[in-house]
């Protein structure tokens, strides 16, 4: 109590954290949080303003500790037509550093809705070379139900 509001840790004054030897992304790991990837057959499908943009019945689910079920799919079953490369990354401690896509439909871009991590860490390999939209900005349906 005697230090609180005159420490300050800034996470950004190192250019490398490390935890044993491997490289920290994002934030410190907590040991309790948990990733499983697990195959599936349901039906997923994506749409932006009403446009299908991903269809596909071959999706790998990424369960991940506190957070809702994300939905990765193949790229051939994407209509990469769509996607635009964007300059935007995030990281995160248990799956890697992602880039983004954003996607025109219509005319309208709608900026860094889909993901992908080009070199996923050791726990979530499962999901290299697949992309994953964000549901929360688009309508994403599995086996017809919006999520």
């Known amino acids: 109590p005697a230090l609180r509001g005159l420490v300050r840790f800034d996470w950004n004054a190192l250019d490398t954290w490390l935890e044993e030897d ?22 997923v499908r994506v749409e932006i303003d009403g446009v299908t943009v991903a269809d596909s019945v071959r999706p790998v689910v990424l369960f991940e500790s506190g957070l809702r079920p994300r939905y990765y799919l193949p790229l051939t079953d994407v209509r990469t037509e769509l996607l635009t490369s964007s300059d935007s990354a995030t990281h995160c ?37 697949l992309v994953c939209f964000y549901d929360e900005k688009v309508d994403v349906l599995v086996d017809g139900v919006h999520t």
């Open 22 to 43: 491997e490289i920290v992304y994002g934030h410190a790991r907590n040991p309790y949080h948990r990733i499983d990837v697990l195959a599936s057959s349901r039906h």
């Open 93 to 129: 401690p248990y799956k890697g550093t992602a880039s983004y896509h954003s996607v025109r439909v219509n005319g309208k871009v709608h900026e860094d809705v889909v993901w992908y991590y080009p070199t996923p860490l050791f726990e979530s390999i499962r999901i290299a070379g």
